[in-house]
């Protein structure tokens, strides 16, 4: 959903590469692409952790990472009864998806880095940490939006810009 709102946003002018680690996902988002008439998304099967020199770089990069999900408990309530402990690599893999966006940012690129979790660790923590360890970067926006306040899921995004 998120790379089509971004290409209806640029007016499908432009590219979009759309990645996802799952073959049978990367085709979900090809056939709804073709099907809305969006020709600048692009589509392939790509674990985000690992850099891939053939994809270029970009204005900008958005890093939607997997998460526990915890802020659309009410549309996936299922969510509820998983384990603590069934979200503790998360953190490992959404740094490593963060840190390796970096390779395909352009200078003066921005990243949008994004959860639909509402767990700080999750969220403000990797980012801090990132912006800790990645002195090139600062942030811009960053915002929770929570169920009972926005009248939507919870979200958390934050907007880093190379300097």
Not at 13 to 29: A, F, N, Q, T
Not at 101 to 119: D, E, F, M, P, Q
């Amino acid at each position: 959903g998120k790379s089509f709102t971004m290409a209806l946003h640029m007016k499908n002018i432009g590219e979009i590469i759309s990645c996802d680690l799952y073959e049978h996902r990367v085709k979900l988002i090809f056939n709804s692409a073709e099907r809305l008439g969006l020709r600048i998304i692009k589509t392939t099967v790509q674990n985000a952790t690992e850099y891939n020199k053939d994809l270029g770089e970009f204005d900008c990069v958005l890093c939607d990472v997997p998460c526990s999900g915890l802020g659309v408990l009410r549309r996936k309530p299922e969510i509820k009864y998983k384990e603590p402990e069934d979200f503790s690599s998360l953190e490992k893999i959404q740094y490593s998806i963060l840190s390796n966006a970096v390779n395909y940012l352009k200078k003066g690129g921005k990243i949008l880095y994004s959860t639909c979790s509402l767990r700080k660790a999750e969220n403000e923590e990797i980012v801090n940490r990132f912006l800790k360890e990645h002195k090139g970067f600062e942030k811009i926006e960053e915002k929770t939006l929570m169920p009972h306040q926005a009248d939507t899921d919870g979200f958390y995004f934050a907007l880093l810009k190379s300097v």
